[in-house]
């Protein structure tokens, strides 16, 4: 069985991915890392990475941006592989992921969810055939009004996704109430909804004359990015060094 710390396990993925590991005997969590105090989640909890006890096979991280600089630095020390699954990581953060990758496994995406991530592979094959014939890209989330970062991460991975197997031609806009002028062909719209307990959607919609083709993915709860973690935590234990995302997991 693949021994896994639950590094936020005070978090409410935290407890979700607590939940899947008790039901999946490939997988058990044998230490959780968490600032709340006398949690009661089966397992030891620590307020920091540097108390753990226990031996793992790999770290499941559902914490904050602000956690990621120590928990990067226990990862390069213990070369212990790591399922990143936080987000609103600054640039000197992505990049010194990059940098432990090569001394330690890391699987980071910006979505955990298996079909977020197919929808990643079936948007690069519907952009070449939209994009060329001059369709219009427009991307639209909407998550709960508790949500810090806008756009979210999975937005921007979707964005990518167009814009790179287009070589990187389009410009992302965020917001056009400044702008008194025609949309040029090479932006690329996201938009930020926020409001109630929305889990996620995300809407990609390839806008062309006399007809639309819109992809869509719902999250109707969180339980489908725990599940991805949990399959990408079985993927990446006893993985050699390297940075890898859900793409891998998903083959």
């Not at 997988?27 to 006890?53: C, F, H, N, Q, T």
């Not at 020390?77 to 940098?99: F, M, N, Y």
């Amino acid at each position: 069985m693949i021994k896994a710390i639950m590094h936020g396990a005070g978090g409410k993925m935290g407890h979700v991915v607590t939940e899947i590991c008790r039901e999946d005997e490939g997988i058990g969590i044998v230490a959780g890392v968490a600032l709340e105090e006398g949690l009661d989640m089966g397992y030891p909890v620590y307020d920091r990475l540097s108390l753990v006890k226990e031996s793992a096979d790999v770290i499941i991280d559902f914490s904050a941006a602000a956690a990621a600089d120590l928990l990067l630095d226990y990862t390069e020390e213990k070369r212990i592989p790591l399922v990143l699954c936080s987000t609103g990581l600054s640039d000197a953060q992505l990049k010194r992921v990059k940098d432990v990758s090569l001394k330690a496994p890391i699987l980071r995406s910006a979505n955990m969810s298996l079909g977020i991530n197919t929808l990643v592979k079936l948007l690069r094959d519907a952009a070449d055939v939209f994009c060329p014939e001059g369709f219009d890209v427009e991307i639209v989330e909407k998550h709960h009004n508790q949500k810090l970062d806008a756009p979210s991460g999975t937005a921007i991975a979707l964005a990518d996704a167009v814009n790179e197997s287009q070589g990187n031609k389009y410009e992302y806009i965020y917001d056009r109430s400044q702008r008194s002028q025609k949309r040029d062909k090479k932006e690329l719209g996201i938009s930020a909804v926020r409001g109630g307990n929305i889990v996620g959607e995300h809407d990609v919609i390839f806008a062309g004359l006399d007809e639309v083709i819109t992809f869509r993915h719902t999250a109707y709860s969180k339980s489908v990015f725990a599940k991805g973690a949990v399959a990408a935590a079985k993927f990446l234990a006893g993985r050699e060094p390297g940075l890898y995302d859900m793409t891998d997991v998903i083959g």
